[in-house]
């Protein structure tokens, strides 16, 4: 149980233009989601947080315009980069957590701007 | 604050040996408790969780829970090369708005052949 899918897994993109990762789980139902980012070497970066059908709460530091976050249903949700640039290159973690308080984590997305 | 503090390592062992990593944690309230492995260039896995109070084993790991000293352990018996990963502790923490769960920043293990 617990399976999580990401995708894609790695995405190279030009600088300006938009990437969607999608997120789901598959055999359990996520009232909560949460995004992660984490960088070469670095811990985890806790970005937003999205409950179904709410809007997200992004942590600080974080631009809510830029990291679109949608949870439309208790399987999927998804984080939109917009307008990427350089910078925004990382590793982008989905984390699902279950009615029982568990968080499990996606595969990732790899995401590099030229 | 809430804080889940963990040694950053790198933690050494000889295969075959025991590992044992250790974290604390700040919330006094918390409840439930998880150690994630993470592969370099993976995604953490979730490997252990913990509730009450002792020891839970689940094949060469064991999770240790004190509440009472705010400590949570993992211990790995029989050491492989392949447990070389950062082992992340987690501490769900109440609050408002609900639980978030807050991760150390992990401990690098490095198990030598």
């Known amino acids: 149980g617990a399976v999580v899918s990401q995708h894609p897994s790695w995405v190279i993109c030009k600088s300006g233009t938009s990437v969607k990762i999608e997120c789901r789980s598959l055999?359990?139902?996520?009232?909560?989601m949460f995004w992660y980012r984490q960088f070469p070497k670095q811990s985890l970066m806790l970005m937003a947080t999205?409950?179904?059908?709410?809007?997200?709460?992004?942590e600080q530091g974080v631009e809510k315009d830029k990291f679109l976050i949608n949870h439309a249903s208790l399987t999927l949700s998804t984080l939109t980069v917009t307008s990427a640039h350089p910078e925004d290159s990382s590793f982008y973690i989905c984390?699902?957590?279950?009615?029982?308080?568990?968080?499990?984590f996606g595969p990732g997305t790899r995401l590099l701007v030229l | 604050q809430k804080e889940v503090e963990q040694n950053s390592g790198p933690l050494s062992v000889p295969e075959g040996a025991i590992a044992s990593l250790n974290c604390t944690y700040s919330?006094?309230?918390?409840?439930?408790f998880f150690w994630y492995r993470q592969y370099s260039g993976k995604s953490p896995e979730l490997i252990m969780s913990i509730y009450s109070n002792g020891d839970k084993e689940d094949g060469r790991f064991t999770a240790q829970l004190n509440k009472a000293s705010q400590y949570v352990s993992l211990l790995i018996r029989d050491s492989q090369p392949s447990d070389s990963a950062t082992y992340l502790c987690?501490?769900?923490?109440?609050?408002?708005?609900?639980?978030?769960?807050?991760f150390g920043a992990g401990t690098r293990l490095f198990v030598k052949a």
């Open positions: 055999d359990f139902q996520a009232t909560t």
């Open positions: 987690a501490v769900n923490s109440g609050g408002t708005g609900g639980f978030k769960t807050i």
């Open positions: 984390s699902p957590r279950t009615t029982q308080e568990t968080q499990y």
């Open positions: 919330d006094r309230g918390s409840q439930s």
């Open positions: 999205s409950n179904e059908g709410s809007k997200a709460t992004y």
